[in-house]
Structure formats: C-alpha cells, structure tokens
C-alpha cells in the first residue's frame, strides 16, 4: 500500500500549492494521472510496495524539481514516520523558494526548469 501525494505546481493554476493525497494498494488497482506541472511523492505503508510510472517524454534529470517532505508550507501529514529519504530528497527546496521560481519563470514566458538550474 502507498500514500501517494500530488502538489500543483503550474503558475497559471488556480490551486498551485494545493495538495491532494490518495492510498493505493493491490485490491482496488487504482492507477493515478498526474497532470505535467505537478510534483509527485509517495510513501510505501507496507513492507512490500509496487511502484510503475508512465511518462510523456523521456526523463532528464535536468527538469527534476525536490521539494522537502516536510516544508511547513506544505504541511503535507505523512501517514508514518518518514525514515528513509534519498540525498535528494534531502537537498530539497522549501516549496516558498519554488514557487517564488516558478512564478518569476512563468511571468517572463520562461520554461522553469532553465530558471531553477541557474537559481
């Protein structure tokens, strides 16, 4: 089973900084879109936990964006104690500093990545 959580992360949406949760598990078989432009976490509630993900484009590491699990901004309630996370996720942004790019990015008709790479 899975706690899986989707941040909007668009400018022009209207919920950007919103959060929604969803619980995944192997007896519904729910599959989850996630709209490009949002960030996508998760975390496994049991010992044993099946992920597969389905992309548009093919991945560049470049365009990655980390957001902390725990950004007081986000308040997002992990279902247990968060304890493993990957020197990535350990390097994440504070969402206030992400979304600050993101804005500034999309007010000057830029892509964000470039704009976050160089912040």
Sequence with gaps: MIFD???DARPDSPTMGHWTSFRLDDE???ALYIPRGCLHG???LT???DTCYRIDAAHDPAEDV????DDPDLDIPWPLPVSVISAKD???RSWRDLEHLLRRAHAAGEQATPALAEA
């Design 47 to 49: 010992d044993a936990a």
């Design 5 to 7: 959580v989707v941040v």
């Design 28 to 30: 519904y078989l729910r």
């Design 42 to 44: 998760f975390q496994a």
């Design 66 to 69: 980390t957001v902390r699990y």
């Design 90 to 92: 350990e390097d994440g």
